[in-house]
C-alpha cells in the first residue's frame, strides 16, 4: 500500500525551488519524472507518494524529518488521515547523524 503525504504548500515550494537549483535549474516537470511524482503534486495540488517526497528531499538536501513533521498522512481521496508521528528518540539519531546497522537509522517503532 502506497502513503501518500499533504506537504503544506509553503514548505513544498521551498523544497521544489531548493531541489530545482541545486540539480542545475531542471524545470519541474523534469524534476517531476525524476522523483516520481506528477508536476500537480509539485504545485500542492496533489498529495505525493512517500518515496517521491523522500526523493524530493534528497534533491533539496532538506531535513526529511522536519518535513515529515509538518506534513500530513491522506488517503486515495485526499482526506487528512492523521498526523506522521515520529519517535523522538529516531529524530534525535537523524538529526545527530547516529545510526543502527548498516548506517541506516532503525526506526524503532515507526
Known amino acids: 500500500m502506497a502513503i501518500?503525504?499533504?506537504?503544506?504548500?509553503?514548505i513544498l515550494e521551498d523544497l521544489v525551488?531548493?531541489?530545482?537549483?541545486?540539480?542545475?535549474?531542471?524545470?519541474r516537470a523534469e524534476l517531476a519524472k525524476l522523483i516520481g511524482a506528477s508536476k500537480e503534486s509539485l504545485d500542492g495540488k496533489?498529495?505525493?507518494?512517500?518515496?517521491?517526497?523522500?526523493?524530493?528531499?534528497?534533491?533539496?538536501e532538506a531535513d526529511?524529518?522536519?518535513v515529515l513533521r509538518k506534513?500530513?498522512?491522506?488517503?486515495?481521496?485526499g482526506a487528512i488521515t492523521h498526523d506522521i508521528g515520529i519517535p523522538a528518540a529516531y529524530?534525535?539519531?537523524?538529526?545527530?547523524?547516529?545510526?543502527?546497522?548498516?548506517?541506516?537509522?532503525?526506526?524503532g517503532g515507526i
Open 17 to 27: 525551488e531548493a531541489a530545482i537549483s541545486k540539480q542545475g535549474n531542471i524545470y
Open 4 to 10: 501518500l503525504v499533504r506537504v503544506p504548500v509553503p
Open 64 to 66: 526529511m524529518a522536519n
Open 46 to 60: 496533489t498529495s505525493l507518494y512517500l518515496i517521491s517526497l523522500m526523493k524530493l528531499c534528497g534533491f533539496a
Open 71 to 77: 506534513s500530513k498522512i491522506v488517503n486515495q481521496r
Open 91 to 107: 529524530l534525535r539519531e537523524l538529526q545527530t547523524g547516529g545510526a543502527g546497522k548498516g548506517g541506516v537509522a532503525q526506526p
